[in-house]
């Protein structure tokens, strides 16, 4: 029987984003209903190491994908998430804890525009543990987020019937929560 590929697994702090993002963004969706819980806006950073088989967003893993960065591209975004209808931003891939540069700047933007009056999720390939033992920048990315989707796509665990993740072993998790506790806390949302 043949053996199934995994993802990357990287040791603490191998992959940086200062080394590796070139502040590409794959794309950007306003008032999109399906990465989180409201109306969000989701922002596809490029780039991803984790080279999951089956990724649904293979394209975005090339570091080279899309467009730069830009303050208009982050003007709009905020002029979206202003809309009293948008619940908050949306951070995917690629993944976004290789482009801390970007993301770190959109949300510390968005938190002083908003304060806690939008959530920021984020999809990640990291777990919380691996995040625990990584880089400031992408520490600091975590202590900005309200949800954390966390863990690697696999293919063994495939389910499409999961709410807002596509392999069983993904965790949602309530990132104040968990940081507060020292424990991950899953969201309390969380269909079963």
């Not at 502040?23 to 209903?33: C, D, G, L, M």
């Not at 080279?51 to 208009?72: L, M, R, S, W």
């Not at 959109?106 to 390939?125: A, P, Q």
Request: hydrophobic content about 35%; overall charge neutral.
């Amino acid at each position: 029987m043949p053996q199934r590929k995994l993802p990357n697994d990287p040791k603490p702090k191998e992959w940086l984003a200062s080394a590796l993002s070139l502040q590409y963004v794959a794309s950007y969706k306003p008032f999109v209903f399906v990465d989180g819980e409201g109306v969000r806006c989701s922002l596809y950073v490029s780039g991803c190491r984790f080279n999951c088989p089956g990724c649904y967003n293979k394209v975005a893993q090339n570091f080279h994908y899309g467009t730069p960065y830009t303050q208009e591209l982050e003007d709009r975004i905020i002029a979206d998430l202003s809309q009293s209808y948008v619940q908050g931003l949306t951070l995917l891939g690629g993944e976004p804890f290789l482009n801390t540069q970007v993301c770190l700047q959109l949300c510390r933007r968005v938190r002083r525009e908003f304060g806690h009056t939008k959530d920021i999720w984020s999809w990640t390939g990291y777990t919380w543990d691996e995040l625990m033992q990584e880089s400031e920048d992408k520490l600091a990315l975590l202590n900005m987020l309200d949800i954390l989707v966390d863990g690697r796509f696999l293919e063994a665990k495939k389910d499409l019937t999961l709410q807002f993740r596509g392999s069983s072993n993904q965790r949602i998790i309530d990132v104040p929560a968990s940081l507060a506790s020292g424990h991950v806390t899953i969201w309390k949302d969380l269909v079963r």
